[in-house]
């Protein structure tokens, strides 16, 4: 099985399977002499001949879902086996993460040429019922008829549309993108959408770049909209953008994602960015702003791949903005005390046993002055209370009222608090 590799709807490689049925990749002659040519991943080198078979499969896996069951059900439909990235890709690989689109020898022509560029409208009742249905069962968000194809990443339930210039949603085919990724709430934990919405616009009101979201109600349905950013709409009409998450820069399969499981940590992101960032200082930075937030806002499950860099022309690379964050704060179940995080910040996982020293360690492990991390802390921790406060106002006024939200701007002010008391603490 041969698939054809384009990144910026231009053939950029070849992917198949050895007589083993390990996975081989091989750039495409043209794409390498391409002005702008950038790689289809960092642990991928454009001028590497062959890809080794562990490091491909990382790639590869990380535009799958992070769900077995999932995988399993696409396998059963397409009958293949569900161990298979390759085979896998065949048939949902024509919209992924990032520029890169696997396309059947076979429809290469077409989609190269733009025959297949489509787009099929939903109705509000058939996104609504879609994102019902994938609350119980994730495979409902392809149905068999789609004329398109979508592989997302992850663990979460979601589905990719294409949001058209009158607000509609639709499903596009070909060269079309789809352009924002709806995520219904989450049956553990209450408030989920609101959450998620909240801690990504607090994110970007203190001046980081992330994600923009906002919460959709369709019908019975509700659901967090998330605009890609690796989609651009441009005057030829909507592009891809390549992006890949840390684990695939790294090569590490998307199940060790979690640091403790033997995953990526700060030391790790930041050398990558260190390595190859256009603008590494900056962005080391600004990962380390990040790690500090989830901190703040109790944000568990910032791993490895959640975060991401956007790979652009000559492989120009940066941080790409935050996205799928939210607190763990609000939902007392979980015990303040003993939650963790998905990366150990100093010596520590557990939350609330992280201290200044650790931040010290965390900043001078990622080659940053750890004097100017704690200032960095500090201001954030004595700016956050207010600001979330402020966002409340005004979430509510637009008419999102969830009492999840009152709990987590509390939740929030006293884990500033907390983290001011060391300062308080060291000063004496």
Not at 23 to 39: I, L, V
Not at 69 to 74: D, G, I, N
Not at 400 to 417: F, K, N, T, W, Y
């Amino acid at each position: 099985m041969d698939l054809n590799v384009l990144l910026s709807n231009r053939l950029a490689g070849y992917l198949g399977q050895d007589a083993h049925g390990h996975p081989t990749f091989r750039y495409a002659d043209s794409w390498r002499q391409t002005p702008g040519a950038y790689p289809l991943s960092l642990a991928l080198p454009l001028t590497e001949n062959s890809a080794p078979a562990a490091t491909l499969s990382a790639v590869l896996w990380g535009l799958l879902p992070d769900n077995e069951a999932l995988l399993q059900r696409w396998a059963s439909r397409f009958q293949v086996s569900s161990r298979n990235p390759v085979a896998l890709l065949s048939h949902v690989g024509e919209d992924c993460a990032g520029a890169v689109q696997f396309v059947r020898r076979e429809r290469l022509a077409a989609v190269l040429a733009g025959e297949d560029d489509r787009q099929e409208a939903l109705s509000l009742h058939e996104v609504a019922q879609r994102l019902q249905r994938i609350r119980v069962d994730q495979i409902a968000a392809r149905q068999p008829d789609d004329v398109g194809q979508f592989s997302l990443a992850g663990a979460q339930p979601k589905i990719a549309l294409m949001q058209r210039d009158d607000g509609g949603w639709a499903i596009p085919a070909g060269r079309i993108p789809t352009t924002h990724i709806l995520k219904p709430p989450s049956g553990d934990y209450d408030g989920f959408v609101e959450n998620e919405v909240f801690c990504l616009r607090l994110a970007s009101q203190l001046g980081m770049s992330a994600a923009s979201t906002e919460m959709i109600c369709m019908e019975d349905a509700q659901a967090i909209a998330v605009t890609r950013f690796d989609r651009v709409r441009t005057a030829q009409g909507w592009q891809r953008v390549h992006q890949e998450d840390f684990c695939q820069a790294l090569g590490v399969m998307p199940h060790i994602k979690y640091q403790n499981q033997g995953g990526p940590g700060p030391a790790d992101l930041a050398r990558v960015l260190w390595e190859h960032s256009s603008k590494p200082r900056a962005d080391v930075e600004r990962l380390l702003q990040a790690l500090q937030f989830n901190y703040l806002i109790g944000g568990t499950d910032a791993h490895a791949k959640n975060y991401s860099l956007l790979i652009g022309a000559q492989g120009n690379v940066r941080l790409a903005p935050l996205y799928d964050i939210s607190s763990a704060l609000p939902y007392a179940h979980l015990q303040q005390r003993k939650i963790k995080m998905a990366m150990k910040i100093g010596s520590h996982y557990r939350w609330w046993d992280v201290r200044l020293a650790d931040w010290e360690a965390t900043a001078d492990g990622m080659t940053l002055d750890p004097q100017k991390a704690l200032s960095g802390l500090f201001d954030m921790a004595t700016q956050l209370p207010g600001i979330a406060r402020a966002l409340l106002a005004e979430l509510q006024a637009e008419g999102m009222r969830h009492p999840v939200l009152e709990r987590l701007v509390d939740g929030i002010s006293a884990s500033c608090q907390h983290c001011l008391r060391q300062f308080e603490q060291s000063a004496t």
